[in-house]
Nanobody, 118 residues
Framework: VQLQASGGGLVQTGGSLRLSCAAS????????MGWVRQAPGKEREFVAC????????TYGDSVKGRFTISRGNAKHMVYLQMTSLTDEDTAVYYC????????????YGQGTLVTVSS
């Protein structure tokens, strides 16, 4: 399975951006899809997760109230709407998949860079 992320770019502080992620390839079992990010010199950080069963969403503490994850019309597609961006949000954002039966994300896409600049 391939996870293709898109939508990154340069945005001003306080601005908004929407990321997209679509899964493609052979049929696969997915419990959830979401996003993690990694800023230069920092550890990878959980951002958001969309669990297909029940359409449940979870967020990292640093993005709660500012980011919204949603599912697309196509199967295994998610969006991440990011608002009120700050320079702390500058990072490479990776789309991720959680396999059925797995406790956490287990596969990741190639990443898309988000740069927030004042």
């Amino acid at each position: 399975v391939q996870l293709q992320a898109s939508g990154g770019g340069l945005v001003q502080t306080g601005g908004s951006l929407r990321l997209s992620c679509a899964a493609s390839g052979r049929p696969f079992s997915s419990r959830a899809m979401g996003w993690v990010r990694q800023a230069p010199g920092k550890e990878r950080e959980f951002v958001a997760c969309f669990t297909w069963s029940g359409n449940r969403t979870t967020y990292g503490d640093s993005v709660k109230g500012r980011f919204t994850i949603s599912r697309g019309n196509a199967k295994h597609m998610v969006y991440l709407q990011m608002t009120s961006l700050t320079d702390e949000d500058t990072a490479v954002y990776y789309c991720a998949n959680q396999w059925v039966g797995a406790p956490d994300f287990g596969s990741y896409g190639q990443g898309t860079l988000v740069t927030v600049s004042s």
